[in-house]
Each structure stands twice: as structure tokens, then as C-alpha cells.
């Protein structure tokens, strides 16, 4: 009752806007009272109405009250608080509507934090309490609030449903199973309950599978853009160092003509300036000469002239002025068409060239598989046809069926000629290689058989030839309990659904492995993402004398 007391005692002194003990508490003439500044804030907001209103009756005023401070209720709520009393509950502690309420709550009911399925009611903290402390309801089941307990209530005998009829899928009452569900095949719910658990646990496994194959598939696309950014990066720096060492080169080459060029054209200029000189000289001679004779041609003194004629007379023209000849250079001509003929041949290369170079850059190709495929049918599109190579086998294996079935003995025949068997474990890989996608399917009889794929270069003999002891080989090791999956010398434990057939999916490009039970449905047992860098092969390995496996006809 005290609780009781101090409950209705701290809603009382609590302002119902902010939820927590008054704070300069005023109360307003229909008497409710509030913290001064949460009722200001309040009728602040309802200044532009020119009404204002009680947050809790709706009375209203006009027009705007003027508050005071009421001085014996702070008094009064400042003693209270050195006793201790806190502020009533906030209202997120009432249950609303979508909460499930305290069954044992009076008045404005709290929010349940428990339910019980023994009780059949809801409690909050308060009321949960006697469940924690009492031995009486040692036993008694807790769990989340919920709105559905009557459901659990038989509407025909007014009993808890603790049997479940499986017959039927329902839940019931004891008396249902001795009345309407007599002679079905009934089970307690908690068995039922368990079994189902079992299931849903598996259904969990491969979701959670699933969920850690597309985050590994996720973070194998970002490493695939990460790759292409920088190999893109990478080719455009590259290309942009070597069509600028091109264009270096061919303004080398202009430069190299254009200097040759003027040099030649100097030492033409020159040339000619030399002869033109020397003609210009011997012009000047020969105008001298002519003067002398055009002088002679004028004297009217015959005695005179006949004096002077064998001198002037003795005088010849030039011998160079006949040996000048003059042609058109084609030298420069002869440059522009060859460097003409050199641009031509250069665009033809460009053209056919840059057709080749255009072709060798690749789309971008995801290094990921298609989504795998969930029937068997579609599988089957990629079933090949595999046969063991006796070259291979381990001498206490025998084969048969056209190198299909793989059989252990317990005495060996003794083999002559090239071998490249496998020494010391009962073990075969295939004759073809497997590149690409293929699927095939392997049965088995017997104690066990190791699944495997591998290399061809893995080792023959000791310790690490054993398939899934090395990091050449991937396996899956069948035994009539469990399977196990080895690589490098790491086992996984893998649980699921046991067959004596095992399906084999391998996306060689997108570095995908999948080992599957093959029954009426198939079942994912183990998936591997990783990089293959050799082309596989197919392995079995028989590790007792009268096991036997089959690779199975597919087509």
C-alpha cells in the first residue's frame, strides 16, 4: 500500500507537459498546476488563437491568465524530494495501444516487459518481480510480451494446448488427444517444438550460408572494380608516356628535316650566289672589254688603229659563260612527296593497327559465377562426361565399367611399364581435364569415399598426396554420419542431409566448388570461392577394401 501511496503521491506533484516533479509550480483557476515555464511554453504557442487552454481539461481563458508562483506546493514539493520521491512514471511507460499491458495493473495500466505460459498473463517490472523472487514460480516459462497468450487456450476444453497433433498440424489439449484427435499421431509441442527447431536451424545454416557467399561474392566485386580502376589507370598513364614518346619522336623527325632541309638550302643559296658572283664579275670584264673595242671601232687614225688592233683583238670572251647550265631543283620536292609518302603509310598503319589494339581491350569480365543454379535439371545442362585414368589409379584400385567404377581390393597386381599412380593412397584422378563449367555426380557404397578435384602436378607419393592434405587438391570425405571438407590440411565439419550420391558443380573461371546431397532434392553441402590456376581434375578416393564408387551416366 505505501507503494501504492507513493505512486498516486508522485503523479500528484508532477507536471503532466514535462512528465517530471514540478518546477516553480502555478496552477491555473480550474486548479491544475504545471512548471511555470512548461505552461508559458505552452500558452506561447496558442498566442496567435487569442484562446488559451488547461493541457488537461480544456478549460480555456480569456484573456491570457497571469501566473503566479504557488509558493506552499514548491515548498511542499521541495520537502517531498529530500524524502526521496521521484516524479511518476513518463508516459512511454503506459502501454498504448500496440502495447501489451500488466494484467495486474489497476488504473492506467504499465507496459508488460514478461509474459508467462504457464500463468497466461502479462507482467510489468513491478508485478514480474514475485516470479524472480518466489520459488513457486520456479518453473513457470517467461517470454516476450505477447497479445496471443489465449491462443494458447483450448476454446473446447478451457485447457493449456500443450500436445500437437501431427496428423492434423494443429495445436491441441490433452483432452483434445483423447477425444476428437484419439488414435492421431500426437506428440508434445515441445517435441514437436524441437524437431521443428532442428529444421529451422538447418534452414538458418544455408541462409547464413547464402549470406556469407554473396558477402564473399560482394567483396569479390569490389576487388574486381578495384582492379579494373587501376589496370584502367595504369594502361592510360602507360599509353599516355608512349603516344608522347611518339609525338616526341615525330616532332624529332620535323625538327631533324626541317634543320636539313634549311642547312642544304644555305649551301644551295651559297652555290649559287658563288657563280652569280662570278658572272657579275665576268660581265664587268667583258663590258670593260667591249668598251676598249667600241673605243678602237671609233679612232679615225688608220696607222693607229691598226697599231692597236692585235692587242685588243687578243682579247676573248668568258670560257665559263657557256659552261653555266641552269635546271629546276627537285631536291626539296623529292622531301615533301617521300615525307608525304611516310605520312600515308603511317595513317595506314594507325588505321589497320588501331583496329588490332581496339580489339585487345577486353570488357570487363566479373570474376564471379551466373547465380548458381537450385534444380537439378539445370545442372544437368552442364553434365560431362568423366572416366578415371588407369595411369593414375593406386595399385590396390581396380576399374571398371569403362573407367567409371572404382573398386578397392585388399590384394594388388603387381603393374609393369610407366606409371604415374599414386603410391601410398587409394586414390584416381580423371583422364580429362575440366576447364569452364561442369557438373557430374558420383555413387558410392560402402564404408566411404573422398570426393575430390585437384591438379594433375599434385604429388604421388606421402603424406601430402592425400586429397585435401595439400593446396592442390579440394575434397569432400563421405562416410555414412558425416561429411568433412579437407584442403591444405584444414578440415571443416559439415552437417546435412546423408546420400550415397554427391553432385559436383565447378565454375572453373569464377573459382566456384560446390558439393551437393543428391536424393529426391538437392541439398548444398560445402561451397568454395576461390581462384583456380591450373585446369582440375576429378578424384575419388576409396580408402577400404569393398568400398566401391561410380561415376554416375548423366546423359
Same mark, same amino acid.
Given at each position: 500500500?505505501?507503494?501504492?501511496?507513493?505512486?498516486?503521491?508522485? %503523479?500528484?506533484?508532477?507536471?503532466?507537459?514535462?512528465? +517530471?516533479?514540478?518546477?516553480?509550480?502555478?496552477?491555473?483557476?480550474?486548479?491544475?498546476?504545471?512548471?511555470? =515555464?512548461?505552461?508559458?511554453?505552452?500558452? $506561447?504557442? *496558442?498566442?496567435?488563437?487569442?484562446?488559451?487552454?488547461?493541457?488537461?481539461?480544456?478549460?480555456?481563458?480569456?484573456?491570457?491568465?497571469?501566473?503566479?508562483?504557488?509558493?506552499?506546493?514548491?515548498?511542499?514539493? *521541495?520537502?517531498?524530494?529530500?524524502?526521496?520521491?521521484?516524479?511518476?512514471?513518463? $508516459?512511454?511507460?503506459?502501454?498504448?495501444?500496440?502495447?501489451?499491458?500488466?494484467?495486474?495493473?489497476?488504473?492506467?495500466?504499465?507496459?508488460?516487459?514478461?509474459?508467462?505460459?504457464?500463468?497466461?498473463?502479462? !507482467?510489468? %517490472?513491478?508485478?514480474?518481480?514475485?516470479?524472480?523472487?518466489?520459488?513457486?514460480?520456479?518453473?513457470?516459462?517467461?517470454?516476450?510480451?505477447?497479445?496471443?497468450?489465449?491462443?494458447?487456450?483450448?476454446?473446447?476444453?478451457?485447457?493449456?494446448?500443450?500436445?500437437?497433433?501431427?496428423?492434423?498440424?494443429?495445436?491441441?489439449?490433452?483432452?483434445?488427444?483423447?477425444?476428437?484427435?484419439?488414435?492421431?499421431?500426437? #506428440?508434445?509441442?515441445?517435441?514437436?517444438?524441437?524437431?521443428?527447431?532442428?529444421?529451422?536451424?538447418?534452414?538458418?545454416?544455408?541462409?547464413?550460408?547464402?549470406?556469407?557467399?554473396?558477402?564473399?561474392?560482394?567483396?569479390?566485386?569490389?576487388?574486381?572494380? %578495384?582492379?579494373?580502376?587501376?589496370?584502367?589507370?595504369?594502361?592510360?598513364?602507360?599509353?599516355?608516356?608512349?603516344? /608522347?614518346?611518339?609525338?616526341?619522336?615525330?616532332?624529332?623527325?620535323? /625538327? $631533324?628535316?626541317?634543320?636539313?632541309?634549311?642547312?642544304?638550302?644555305?649551301?644551295?643559296?651559297?652555290?649559287?650566289?658563288?657563280?652569280?658572283?662570278?658572272?657579275?664579275?665576268?660581265?664587268?670584264?667583258?663590258?670593260?672589254?667591249?668598251?676598249?673595242?667600241?673605243?678602237?671601232?671609233?679612232?679615225?687614225?688608220?696607222?693607229?688603229?691598226?697599231?692597236?688592233?692585235? &692587242?685588243?683583238?687578243?682579247?676573248?670572251? /668568258?670560257?665559263?659563260?657557256?659552261?653555266?647550265?641552269?635546271?629546276?631543283?627537285?631536291?626539296?620536292?623529292?622531301?615533301?612527296?617521300?615525307?608525304?609518302?611516310?605520312?600515308?603509310?603511317?595513317?595506314?598503319?594507325?588505321?589497320?593497327?588501331?583496329?588490332?589494339? &581496339?580489339?585487345?581491350?577486353?570488357?570487363?569480365?566479373?570474376?564471379?559465377? *551466373?547465380?548458381?543454379?537450385?534444380?537439378?535439371?539445370?545442372?544437368?545442362?552442364?553434365?560431362?562426361?568423366?572416366?578415371? +585414368?588407369?595411369?593414375?589409379?593406386?595399385?590396390?584400385?581396380?576399374? =571398371?565399367?569403362?573407367?567409371?567404377?572404382?573398386?578397392?581390393?585388399?590384394?594388388?597386381?603387381? !603393374?609393369?611399364?610407366?606409371?604415374?599412380?599414386?603410391?601410398?593412397?587409394?586414390?584416381?584422378? =580423371?583422364?580429362?581435364?575440366?576447364?569452364?563449367?561442369?557438373?557430374? *555426380? #558420383?555413387?558410392?557404397?560402402?564404408?566411404?569415399? &573422398?570426393?575430390?578435384?585437384?591438379?594433375?602436378?599434385?604429388?604421388?607419393?606421402?603424406?601430402?598426396?592425400?586429397?585435401?592434405?595439400?593446396?592442390?587438391? @579440394?575434397?569432400?570425405?563421405?562416410?555414412?554420419?558425416?561429411?568433412?571438407? @579437407?584442403?591444405?590440411?584444414?578440415?571443416?565439419?559439415?552437417?546435412?542431409?546423408?546420400?550415397?550420391?554427391?553432385?559436383?558443380?565447378?565454375?572453373?573461371?569464377?573459382? #566456384?566448388?560446390?558439393?551437393?546431397?543428391? &536424393?529426391?532434392?538437392?541439398?548444398?553441402?560445402?561451397?568454395?570461392?576461390?581462384?583456380?590456376?591450373?585446369?582440375?581434375?576429378?578424384?575419388?578416393?576409396?580408402?577400404?577394401?569393398?568400398?566401391?564408387?561410380?561415376?554416375?551416366?548423366?546423359?
Amino acid at each position: 500500500m505505501a507503494q501504492k501511496g507513493d505512486q498516486l503521491d508522485s %503523479e500528484a506533484f508532477s507536471c503532466s507537459i514535462c512528465l +517530471d516533479l514540478l518546477k516553480d509550480p502555478v496552477t491555473t483557476s480550474c486548479g491544475h498546476s504545471y512548471c511555470m =515555464s512548461c505552461i508559458k511554453d505552452h500558452w $506561447d504557442q *496558442e498566442d496567435h488563437k487569442g484562446i488559451h487552454s488547461c493541457p488537461q481539461c480544456r478549460e480555456t481563458f480569456i484573456p491570457r491568465p497571469v501566473l503566479k508562483k504557488n509558493t506552499m506546493l514548491a515548498a511542499l514539493v *521541495e520537502q517531498l524530494k529530500k524524502t526521496g520521491l521521484q516524479a511518476a512514471p513518463a $508516459d512511454h511507460c503506459y502501454a498504448g495501444p500496440e502495447d501489451v499491458a500488466c494484467d495486474f495493473c489497476s488504473g492506467r495500466k504499465l507496459k508488460a516487459i514478461k509474459s508467462c505460459l504457464f500463468c497466461l498473463a502479462s !507482467y510489468c %517490472e513491478k508485478h514480474l518481480q514475485p516470479h524472480y523472487d518466489s520459488a513457486a514460480f520456479q518453473k513457470h516459462k517467461l517470454v516476450e510480451p505477447s497479445k496471443n497468450l489465449q491462443e494458447n487456450i483450448c476454446s473446447r476444453h478451457d485447457e493449456v494446448m500443450k500436445m500437437f497433433c501431427r496428423t492434423d498440424q494443429k495445436c491441441i489439449c490433452y483432452l483434445c488427444s483423447v477425444d476428437e484427435h484419439k488414435g492421431h499421431d500426437t #506428440v508434445s509441442a515441445a517435441a514437436e517444438r524441437a524437431e521443428r527447431q532442428r529444421e529451422l536451424e538447418v534452414r538458418r545454416q544455408t541462409i547464413q550460408q547464402g549470406i556469407q557467399d554473396r558477402e564473399k561474392d560482394v567483396k569479390l566485386l569490389q576487388q574486381e572494380v %578495384e582492379a579494373i580502376n587501376h589496370s584502367a589507370d595504369k594502361t592510360v598513364e602507360d599509353n599516355e608516356k608512349i603516344f /608522347s614518346q611518339l609525338i616526341r619522336l615525330i616532332q624529332k623527325r620535323s /625538327s $631533324d628535316m626541317k634543320q636539313q632541309i634549311r642547312s642544304q638550302q644555305e649551301t644551295e643559296v651559297s652555290r649559287v650566289k658563288e657563280l652569280q658572283e662570278k658572272l657579275e664579275q665576268e660581265i664587268t670584264e667583258l663590258k670593260r672589254r667591249d668598251a676598249e673595242l667600241k673605243q678602237l671601232s671609233h679612232t679615225e687614225d688608220h696607222n693607229q688603229f691598226l697599231h692597236n688592233y692585235p &692587242s685588243v683583238s687578243a682579247l676573248s670572251e /668568258s670560257p665559263h659563260s657557256s659552261s653555266i647550265k641552269t635546271k629546276p631543283l627537285r631536291y626539296f620536292e623529292d622531301v615533301t612527296a617521300a615525307v608525304k609518302e611516310l605520312r600515308d603509310k603511317l595513317q595506314d598503319i594507325l588505321r589497320d593497327e588501331w583496329t588490332n589494339i &581496339s580489339l585487345t581491350v577486353p570488357e570487363a569480365q566479373v570474376l564471379l559465377s *551466373e547465380p548458381e543454379q537450385e534444380s537439378r535439371d539445370e545442372f544437368l545442362k552442364y553434365s560431362c562426361e568423366i572416366s578415371m +585414368d588407369p595411369n593414375t589409379a593406386n595399385r590396390y584400385l581396380v576399374l =571398371s565399367l569403362q573407367n567409371r567404377k572404382i573398386t578397392a581390393v585388399a590384394q594388388f597386381e603387381s !603393374y609393369h611399364g610407366p606409371s604415374d599412380k599414386f603410391t601410398q593412397w587409394w586414390q584416381v584422378l =580423371s583422364r580429362e581435364s575440366l576447364t569452364g563449367r561442369c557438373y557430374w *555426380e #558420383v555413387d558410392w557404397r560402402g564404408k566411404g569415399v &573422398s570426393v575430390a578435384v585437384s591438379y594433375k602436378n599434385i604429388s604421388r607419393a606421402g603424406s601430402e598426396s592425400k586429397f585435401g592434405y595439400n593446396d592442390k587438391s @579440394w575434397t569432400l570425405n563421405c562416410s555414412q554420419n558425416n561429411f568433412t571438407f @579437407w584442403h591444405n590440411n584444414i578440415s571443416t565439419s559439415i552437417s546435412g542431409p546423408g546420400s550415397s550420391r554427391i553432385g559436383v558443380y565447378l565454375d572453373h573461371r569464377a573459382g #566456384v566448388l560446390s558439393f551437393y546431397s543428391v &536424393s529426391e532434392t538437392m541439398t548444398l553441402l560445402h561451397r568454395v570461392q576461390t581462384t583456380f590456376t591450373q585446369p582440375l581434375h576429378a578424384g575419388v578416393g576409396v580408402y577400404w577394401p569393398g568400398v566401391s564408387a561410380e561415376l554416375c551416366k548423366l546423359k
